[in-house]
């Protein structure tokens, strides 16, 4: 089988219109292509030229370079900035074993100041979700107040290429899960006074609307029960995902140092 090369791989020699030579060879350096590819240093990605014309798709996936920036360390920093973000970790770590221990089941969760952050996000999910029709409209809130968290930490991953900030809005997004639990709860037997004074038997509810579009409205407290515990568990996997970034920049001592004591 012929492999060909448009630039040789070895001398990045481009092939001309015209010539004649075997396309299985360079003809500048005599490279034999198909013994190139099965040698041990082929890594065409690493050899090819930034200015080079493309001969082949080797450009790297978002997912790639999502799943190579978790835990990635692109830059060293002060040992200032690293307490700071110790000390924004244990606060954080604080903050949320007291938002799970609110009962969810009574609407305590709503006394937090979470709650107060969340809220206008869930308020603007709905508005921002109308042009997909009545059920998106509805579910846009829950769901928006779910996805700004990702989205902020997603950002902060690819654009900015800082996992520990990306890691602290995964433990957001568990805090809105925890933050919804007793929205769901309460569809069964509504009880929570909704914005407009009135409770889910008086006037709209968003997960009575949801829950019973699927006939589920009695197994209510089953799924707010579940999104709780979810919600803790997503807070306890962006705390792990931070830690491990922080111990990593520990690891490597800010300029002029030679390591970072913590």
């Not at 508005?127 to 409209?137: H, R």
Request: hydrophobic letters at 50%.
């Amino acid at each position: 089988m012929d492999i060909r090369f448009e630039i040789c791989p070895k001398c990045h020699h481009e092939r001309q219109p015209g010539e004649t030579s075997d396309i299985s060879v360079c003809p500048a350096c005599g490279l034999v292509f198909a013994k190139w590819v099965t040698h041990d240093s082929y890594v065409p990605l690493q050899l090819r030229k930034k200015d080079a014309p493309n001969y082949g798709d080797t450009s790297p996936s978002l997912a790639s370079i999502f799943a190579a920036r978790l835990l990635e360390v692109p830059r060293k920093i002060t040992p200032m900035a690293l307490w700071g973000r110790a000390i924004t970790l244990v606060l954080l770590a604080i903050w949320g074993y007291r938002m799970a221990a609110l009962d969810f089941r009574d609407g305590e969760m709503f006394t937090s100041f979470m709650h107060a952050i969340v809220l206008p996000i869930h308020e603007a999910g709905h508005i921002l979700f109308i042009p997909l029709g009545e059920f998106m409209t509805i579910a846009g809130g829950s769901l928006f107040q779910l996805l700004m968290p990702l989205i902020v930490g997603g950002v902060l991953l690819i654009q900015n290429r800082d996992p520990f900030g990306a890691a602290l809005g995964l433990w957001w997004c568990g805090a809105s899960m925890i933050d919804l639990a007793p929205y769901i709860y309460d569809a069964a037997e509504p009880q929570l006074i909704m914005l407009g004074g009135h409770t889910g038997e008086d006037g709209p509810h968003d997960w009575i609307y949801l829950l019973d579009r699927f006939g589920k409205v009695a197994r209510s407290q089953v799924y707010g029960s579940v999104a709780h515990k979810i919600g803790i568990v997503i807070m306890i996997a962006g705390l792990a995902w931070a830690a491990v970034v922080l111990l990593r920049q520990k690891a490597q001592p800010a300029a002029g140092d030679s390591e970072l004591p913590l």
